[in-house]
């Protein structure tokens, strides 16, 4: 696993997505970086990072996840590497699980670069109330979120390895950061799966009426629906290379 890792880092070594990604991963602290200044929206770290784990987790990280995923599953087929990589001795199961786990990994770099870049740009706009403590709590938060994040896109994987180009990615994490946007505060906003994990993060789910186990299952559900769609169509169908 470790080395097939360190196989796809040299592959980002080649392409300019993961720098994209970064600055991805900044946009929403210098945006509220931004709105400190202009408009005085922030007036402590505590909110500061409140607001950008929401930006990043109910809205940029939607569209910026479906990128990266399209990127990982479906560069194999259009630079057509899919073929030699099956040579080596690792099943099409394994493939797809390490593909996931470089995914995480991903995900995991980004949650970092955003937290730290808060902090910068906090202590730039001259805000009060940093601790430690409090990093590491919305630190959590944002990570926890991420996680969850990550576990329901798993049909964007399926698409990915369906539809091998990424406009369908860009489309569809357009369409949900929409529909986030639209249904965030909504009653029925704990059963949408790409809000759900900023709510369970921020302990926003308990102003719904609906349990937070639900938006678990919810999240669960996608995730397996996904995972064995996407796990079957990888290994049983022929490769078109």
Sequence with gaps: MLTFIEMEFLKLKRSKIFLLSLIGAILPPLLMFIAVLSFDEAQSFDKLFANVNMYMSAVFGVLLFAIIIS????????EHTLKTMLTIPISRSKFLINKYIMFLIWILILTVVTSISTVIFGVI???DGFSINLFI???????????LLFLTFSPFVFVSLFITNMVPAMIGGATLTLVN?????????????????YLIASGEIAKYSTSPMTSYCVILVTFVTGFIISHIYFTKTDLKI
């Design 125 to 127: 706009a001259g805000l």
């Design 137 to 147: 709590s919305r630190f959590g938060e944002l990570l926890y979120s991420n996680i």
């Design 181 to 197: 946007l639209m249904v965030y505060g909504q009653n029925w906003a704990s059963f949408v799966p790409w809000i759900s994990p």
């Design 71 to 78: 990127y990982l599953f479906g560069r194999e087929y259009n």
